[in-house]
């Protein structure tokens, strides 16, 4: 069986993407500075991150190639247009977290969602042959995926309130306990 390469590709961006949210959510935490704004911050350094990997890498890798820097109007404007998408993706997931979203219910959402949006853009637009049932399926299960679990997070936040309405009460039958100074 002949390798696949863009399989390994698909994987690095899986791993890539999978990470991003909690790490994203990390450093929107730890960023310092007035709370109101540190999404903004993080937003960014996540312009940085694209400046860096988006543009210096691939200026680097045309240049080492000795590749000509030739470009068409309809490219220019379909890839940066693909470009936009991808950093308002990310400024939304920025905007999830800073409104008190959780980084373990963001992420599942938004990577179910977006490949189920892929899927119905790209039947639309590039397809020039419907699959089989089977895509569809996956498509469907794509989409309970996401029910699942904005169920398991109502589920849980609704355990967490009772947890918290009957914590008073236990509180208050337990005896007091009384400092000792040694």
Not at 128 to 151: D, E, I, N
Request: with cysteine.
């Amino acid at each position: 069986m002949k390798p696949e390469w863009w399989l390994a590709f698909v994987l690095g961006a899986v791993l890539s993407w999978g990470v991003y949210v909690p790490v994203l959510h990390e450093g929107q935490q730890t960023i310092g500075g007035k709370p109101d704004t540190k999404a903004l911050r993080a937003f960014l350094c996540v312009g940085l991150a694209y400046f860096v990997t988006a543009v210096l890498v691939p200026v680097a890798l045309l240049v080492i190639r000795r590749e000509a820097f030739d470009f068409t109007g309809h490219g220019i404007t379909f890839a940066t247009l693909g470009g936009v998408a991808g950093a308002a993706g990310a400024l939304c997931i920025i905007l999830a977290i800073g409104a008190g979203g959780n980084p373990l219910y963001i992420a599942p959402l938004v990577f179910a969602g977006a490949p189920i949006v892929n899927a119905l853009v790209g039947l639309a637009w590039k397809t020039q042959a419907v699959p089989g049932p089977l895509f569809f399926v996956g498509l469907v299960m794509a989409a309970v995926g996401a029910g699942l679990v904005l169920y398991s997070k109502s589920s849980l936040e609704q355990q967490l309130r009772a947890h918290a309405a009957a914590r008073p009460a236990t509180l208050a039958a337990e005896p007091a306990s009384v400092p000792m100074d040694h």
